[in-house]
């Protein structure tokens, strides 16, 4: 059973940054990224980066954010930038590993506001 552990998040103005981190354990992790969920919207797909370093980013992020990994620590980060309210929604840590498939964390909140 993989788990994950998520920091990061809060409060922030528009235009302001934040930095997200996850560092997963019990499995070999193939895909690590994050998704999130606005309030009244289906869950996205926010970034993505594969063992290789391979990223993929929703339309709306690029430019902005920045997907990292840390092979030898199981850890992504997503470093957020010019962050607008739109982006507000609790972001989830997501892994694909050999064992557990997909797996998500529990989520932390990221609120853009003025």
């Known amino acids: 059973q993989v788990q994950l552990a998520e920091s990061g998040g809060g409060l922030v103005q528009p235009g302001g940054s934040l930095r997200l981190s996850c560092g997963a354990s019990g499995d070999t992790i193939l895909h690590m990224g994050w998704y999130r969920q606005a309030q009244g919207r289906q869950r996205e797909l926010v970034a993505v980066?594969?063992?290789?370093?391979?990223?993929t980013y929703t339309d709306s992020v690029k430019g902005r954010f920045t997907i990292s990994r840390d092979n030898a620590k199981n850890t992504v980060d997503l470093q957020m930038n010019s962050l607008k309210p739109e982006d507000t929604a609790v972001y989830y840590c997501?892994?694909?590993?050999?064992?557990?498939?997909?797996?998500w964390g529990q989520g932390t909140q990221v609120t853009v506001a003025s």
């Open positions: 997501y892994t694909y590993g050999i064992t557990t498939r997909e797996h």
């Open positions: 980066i594969t063992s290789r370093g391979i990223t």
